[in-house]
């Protein structure tokens, strides 16, 4: 069992950056792949992008390919997702999650755990 908690949301002007962060309790944080998704209103929830068990393996959506950083530490049992130039089509409630597997996935329906998100607004 994993329990995932965000962090690190709120409101920031166009261009700006934020910092999420995601906790997980319990032992296997190290043998999960972790990924961030978001979902805006009305629309269907998305794959922003994903880490690999052990933080070799990252991969982007590409509508946030080079403004994004995805990191994790697996000693503290932290997930991280760097924000840079942010645009108000960002704007959206980001999920944290997590699947039992080494390798990274992209389909929400692989994921077995779900923190409860954290809102990130980018005004114009």
């Known amino acids: 069992q994993v329990q995932l908690v965000e962090s690190g949301g709120g409101l920031v002007q166009a261009g700006g950056s934020l910092r999420l962060s995601c906790s997980a309790s319990?032992?296997?944080?190290?043998?999960?792949?972790m990924a961030w998704f978001r979902q805006a209103p009305g629309l269907e929830r998305e794959f922003v992008t994903a880490?690999?068990?052990?933080?070799?393996?990252?991969s982007y959506a590409d509508s946030v390919k080079g403004r994004f950083t995805i990191s994790r530490d697996n000693a503290n049992n932290t997930m991280y997702l760097r924000m840079n130039s942010l645009k108000p089509e960002d704007t959206a409630v980001y999920y944290c999650?997590?699947?039992?597997?080494?390798?990274?996935?992209?389909?929400?329906?692989?994921?077995?755990?779900w923190g409860q998100g954290t809102q990130v607004t980018v005004s114009s």
């Open positions: 999650a997590a699947a039992p597997r080494f390798s990274i996935v992209k389909k929400k329906d692989d994921y077995t755990y």
């Open positions: 319990g032992r296997t944080f190290s043998s999960n792949v």
């Open positions: 880490i690999s068990s052990s933080g070799a393996s990252t």
